[in-house]
């Protein structure tokens, strides 16, 4: 197998240490805006290479990891499930552009090809894929982090609050996932993996905490529906040099991969 991925960063650095040690993986190319990091984190690995842009190696890989932000979603997407590649997408809140996801969901359809979309820093994307065969009548997303989690939104940077100065916690924000994808591009790509799997952006509920006591990033799910009740918490340590990001959707990223290269696929 050749994969691409794109963006060495927090989860990309985890997915290449992978890439070289999966059997299966014959090859892999690593693109960064920023190539300095990747060639640090590659440059003793047999099966690497580094590459600036797409044309030399694209039409012979097989899987194109995106695990680098919204816009390379737009930049990419479309043309990897075009050369025959499947996708695997960690921005995955580009997917709330409704022009974005019908032209990727097409892509993958015409080209026969696949788009993976890894469980990220939740727990029970599975029963909610699960209870969606039947009717749900409700899906509630909770989100509590820590300010220095939420510093870079959009949200922060727009509002007047001054979260660095909170002193207890504060709900900032309340209302359907499709808005919290656009206030928090960076921090609740997990409101778009849920409403993708259960009811959509627009009935899916998100309420974004903001809690200095809290050193984790937490997320809560409640689902209702035909199948019964579902609560699912995650109490996610954060990567040390970046709080935005859950070190689980980095394992997710990694886990996916591991079922995409193996024989046996547990909770499908
Ligand atoms: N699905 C989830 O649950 C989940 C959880 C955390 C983060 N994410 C998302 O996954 C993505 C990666 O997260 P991260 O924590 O590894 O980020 P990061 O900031 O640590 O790394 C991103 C890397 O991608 C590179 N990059 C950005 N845009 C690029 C482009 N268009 N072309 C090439 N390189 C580009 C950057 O230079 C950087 O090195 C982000 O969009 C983030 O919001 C998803």
Known sequence: MRILIIGAGSIGSELIKECER???????????????????????????????????????????IEAAS???????????LTCGAELMLMSVGALVDDELREELFKAAEDNNSRIYIPSGALCGLDA?????????????????????????????RESKINIQGLEEETTIFEGPASKAIKLFPKNVNVAAALSLAGVGFEKTTVKVICDPSCENNIHTIRLLGES??????????????????SYLAALSAVSALRNICGHVWYGV
Do not use: W
Request: hydrophobic share 35%; no cysteine.
């Open 228 to 245: 019964g009740e579902l609560t699912g918490i995650s109490i996610n340590n954060p990567f040390p040099d970046n709080p935005r990001t």
């Open 22 to 64: 999966l059997e299966s993986v014959e090859e892999f190319y690593i693109m960064d805006h920023h190539p300095e990091a990747a060639k640090k984190i590659s440059q003793d690995m047999k099966k690497a290479k580094v590459i600036s842009d797409l044309r030399e190696p694209f039409p012979g890989i097989d899987l194109v």
């Open 128 to 156: 909610v894929i699960s209870a969606s065969v039947v009717k749900i009548t409700e899906v509630k997303l909770e989100t509590r982090k820590p300010p220095a989690s939420l510093m870079d939104s959009e949200f922060v």
């Open 70 to 80: 919204q816009e390379a979603v737009h930049e990419h997407g479309k043309k990897a």
